[in-house]
């Protein structure tokens, strides 16, 4: 990994960002924005050094309806970038504190997994996907072929295969001899909308010759292959989403040295 791209991958909390603490644990940093929101709902205490939402509740159902609330009182105060209907877990270490809508995690700094797929095809040729101009991230850039967050309750390979048929149109068969997921680094750095705290995960695959990923979910505008010079130029170029760059130079030095 370059120095520049470490720079980007590893950035400090957002100013007068607050540590999160849910059921106990610290679990995220929370933006200003997102104190300020909450400070009047009811939901939260807020201290000189902490964020602490429902401090009484543990984890279960109460706290999740409690979360449900945080994440509804960050939308309607516009601290949020889209609303996707989508749960993600919310952890610290291996314990499981609560499930809270996928918008809310960046602005209350909560970890997120993402799996990504490398595929490449027989002659060793990278196949990488451009992100569509209606995502609220990262519009138009080049990303991994596959890559995607880990929903509630599903396990890193779930999410993956799941993935892997939404983004690329493949099936388990077509993957079946992927590498098994290996972490890539835990990424931290500053957005518009908060702190993205994200466990970067990648497989590797070759697709069979006559393979043709084709995107079924409307998130992807172009699938094409590069070889490995030009992949590098175009990161080095900056047209890649900063978590792709990470993964796919990761997989390229990970296939040297095999």
Not at 119 to 125: G, H, L, Q, V
Not at 139 to 168: H, I, K, N
Not at 218 to 231: H, N, Q, Y
Request: with cysteine; net charge negative; charged share 25%.
């Amino acid at each position: 990994m370059s120095a520049a791209l470490r720079d980007k991958a590893l950035q400090a909390p957002p100013d007068h960002a607050r540590p999160v603490y849910i059921a106990g644990q610290r679990c995220g940093w929370a933006t200003l924005a997102a104190c300020d929101a909450l400070r009047d709902s009811g939901l939260v205490r807020i201290e000189d050094d902490a964020l602490r939402i429902q401090p009484a509740l543990g984890p279960g159902p109460a706290l999740d309806a409690a979360l449900a609330q945080v994440a509804q009182v960050l939308r309607d105060a516009r601290c949020l970038r889209g609303w996707r209907d989508e749960l993600l877990d919310i952890t610290a270490g291996e314990a499981h504190l609560g499930v809270i809508e996928r918008a809310a995690m960046r602005p209350l700094g909560l970890l997120t997994a993402a799996v990504h797929l490398n595929a490449w095809t027989p002659d060793d040729r990278l196949w990488v996907a451009r992100r569509a101009l209606s995502k609220s991230t990262d519009p138009g850039m080049w990303d991994t072929l596959v890559g995607g967050l880990v929903g509630s309750g599903e396990s890193f390979d779930q999410a993956l295969v799941r993935e892997c048929a939404e983004e690329a149109g493949l099936e388990p068969g077509q993957i079946g001899q992927r590498g098994p997921l290996r972490t890539v680094l835990r990424m931290q750095r500053r957005l518009p909308e908060g702190y993205q705290v994200e466990a970067l995960l990648t497989s590797t695959c070759v697709l069979a010759e006559d393979a043709r990923p084709a995107n079924r979910d409307g998130e992807v505008m172009e699938i094409t292959t590069l070889d490995v010079p030009e992949a590098v130029d175009r990161i080095e170029a900056g047209e890649f989403t900063l978590e792709a760059a990470l993964v796919i130079l990761e997989d390229i030095q990970h296939r040297r040295a095999a």
